[in-house]
């Protein structure tokens, strides 16, 4: 590969190919994924993304987009050798000068960045999850990351205004005009988020920002049945207009935290299955939270913890929040993201330990998510050697619930032979000829959402 000529393209400190530094940037999170790569590519600015993928596909490089590196599916990592070109360089936000409610942010720049930028007009952006401190800006488009306010917020694609990206062929596209009605031709901020730098490397984005709610309030409610706990879910989200996140996790993952963490337990450990919500509004919402469906609950139900301190908040939402590197302190798991209709939600919870102890006896399934959108994350420990069969069941006993094999995490790598399960042969050919016309030259994490033995 004539790094070389790209070398004198660029100009000096944009290509790192020191191996102790490439080694950091080609596993993945989950530890499943270990790449490799000659170089990590480091352009700091959207011409140079552009001068770097117009020789890619002249010379029909490969390359792997990179921002945080926190993607969950595979798709961040150089698997088959490729070049990675890392967004991280490129981390500059500034508000918009032309709508007070909107940021201009360059992809690298992380979701922590963005908040804190956001609460400095006292605006808040509407994407909030765990990785927050390192996941990019350009990586939350390129997989539509939900995380914990999409019951309020929606995921990402409803926070993005306008993207500027390049294509596979070096063909720079899209615009910042941040205006909220723009209806001319295909709308690239919807195509392009979730396409995961399979079509185009995401270099700039106009989001839309919220009011800061003035006041939060968090409940978690210790339960001793699933089905109590969604149909508190579904009673909070059709009578609550307050509500802004909906956990739910069980016991068993509570002890991996606490073993992890030392956290307290809960009611003595005494409930299986929990729900923490949260509430975000105007001043005295602690009021308003006391009177209607919820306040009857809060009135009969005996486990309920109610914070309203920052504190105290945080307090609560780290047994949920600690569950991904609780787990993953354990062993690599096998990390299944499903959404599941919530008439559904139940029975796929009740179901998922025989599936997998039928499987492999020895696998341990921890369960937790995202409840108000039916998005339940399964990470089963001790999967070896049967992942492919444990894959394969349980994804399509999500499709037979009417559920989705991915609700946020993407396709990446690791579904990519699954996608059949759910999108038609019609779809995927369309999907291919999409790829065609953005990448002709299939430079662009080529094995990601397609996969090489379909
Ligand atoms: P990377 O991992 O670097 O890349 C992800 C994908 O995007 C890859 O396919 C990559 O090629 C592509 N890509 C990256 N940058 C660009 C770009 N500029 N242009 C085009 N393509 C690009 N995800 C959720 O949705 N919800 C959660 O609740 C959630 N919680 C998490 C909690 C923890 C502790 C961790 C570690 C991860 C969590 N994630 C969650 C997963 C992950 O953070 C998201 O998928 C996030 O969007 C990845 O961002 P990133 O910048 O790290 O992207
Ligand atoms: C989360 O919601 O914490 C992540 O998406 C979970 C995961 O690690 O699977
Ligand atoms: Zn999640």
């Known amino acids: 590969m004539r790094i070389e000529e790209l070398r004198s393209l660029l100009g000096p400190g944009r290509i790192n190919e020191d191996p102790d530094i490439i080694k950091t940037y080609s596993d993945d999170w989950t530890g499943r994924y270990k790449g490799f790569t000659p170089a990590v590519i ?49 981390n500059n936000a500034n508000f918009s000068d ?33 990785a927050r401190d390192s996941a990019t800006i350009g990586g939350t488009i390129a997989t539509n ?17 306008s993207v500027e990206a390049v ?16 209806n001319t031709g295909y709308h690239l901020p919807s195509l392009l988020c979730g396409s995961e730098g399979t079509l185009a490397i995401v270099t700039r984005t106009k989001l839309r920002l919220w009011p800061e709610p003035e006041e939060k309030v968090t409940i978690l409610f ?17 009578s609550n207009s307050e509500i ?28 299986s299955t929990y729900l923490l ?32 301190t920052d504190g105290e908040r945080q307090r609560l939402w780290q047994y949920r929040e600690l569950h991904t590197v609780a787990i993953s302190q354990k062993g690599i798991p096998l990390k299944l993201d499903v959404t599941l209709p919530l008439r559904n939600l139940s029975h796929f ?5 025989t599936i997998c102890r039928k499987i492999n006896p020895l696998c341990s399934p921890y369960v937790f998510g995202h409840c108000a959108d039916g998005n339940m994350h399964l990470n089963i420990l001790q999967s070896e050697p049967k992942v492919n069969a444990l894959e394969e069941e349980i994804l399509q006993f999500v499709v037979s619930l009417e559920g989705s094999i991915s609700a946020e995490h993407g396709i990446g790598r690791s579904k990519a032979p699954y996608l059949h399960f759910q999108r038609s042969e019609n779809e995927l050919k369309l999907f291919a000829e999409m790829k065609r016309a953005f990448d002709p030259k299939g430079v662009l994490n080529p094995n990601v959402i397609f996969s090489s033995d379909n």
């Open 244 to 271: 802004v996140a909906c956990e739910l996790f069980f016991q068993k993952g509570v002890n991996l935290v606490r073993e992890a963490y030392g956290v307290q337990p809960l009611w003595e450990n005494k409930h």
């Open 349 to 353: 919870l009740e179901s998922i330990d």
């Open 145 to 161: 990351a939900g995380g914990l306010n999409v019951l309020k917020y929606g995921t990402t694609r409803s926070q993005i205004i």
């Open 277 to 308: 919500c949260e509430f975000a509004g105007d001043h005295n919402i602690s009021d308003r939270l006391s009177e209607g469906v919820l306040g009857k609950i809060l009135q009969t139900h005996n486990s309920v913890l109610v914070a309203t």
């Open 98 to 130: 032309t709508h007070k409610n909107q940021i201009i942010a360059e992809a690298g720049t992380t979701l922590l960045e963005i908040q804190n930028l956001a609460s400095e007009r006292g605006l808040i952006y509407g994407v909030d999850f765990g």
């Open 167 to 182: 294509t596979g062929t070096g063909t720079i596209v899209g615009n910042l005009n941040g205006l909220e009605k723009d």
């Open 42 to 90: 480091s352009p700091h600015s959207t011409d140079e993304v552009a001068e770097i993928l117009s020789w890619c596909s002249a010379n029909e490089v490969k390359i792997v987009p990179q921002g945080g590196n926190t993607g969950m599916v595979g798709g961040s990592v150089p698997l088959d050798g490729e070049l990675i070109i890392s967004l991280r360089k490129m």
């Open 222 to 238: 210790g339960f001793d049945n699933i089905q109590e706990a969604i149909n508190l879910t579904e009673d909070c989200v059709t």
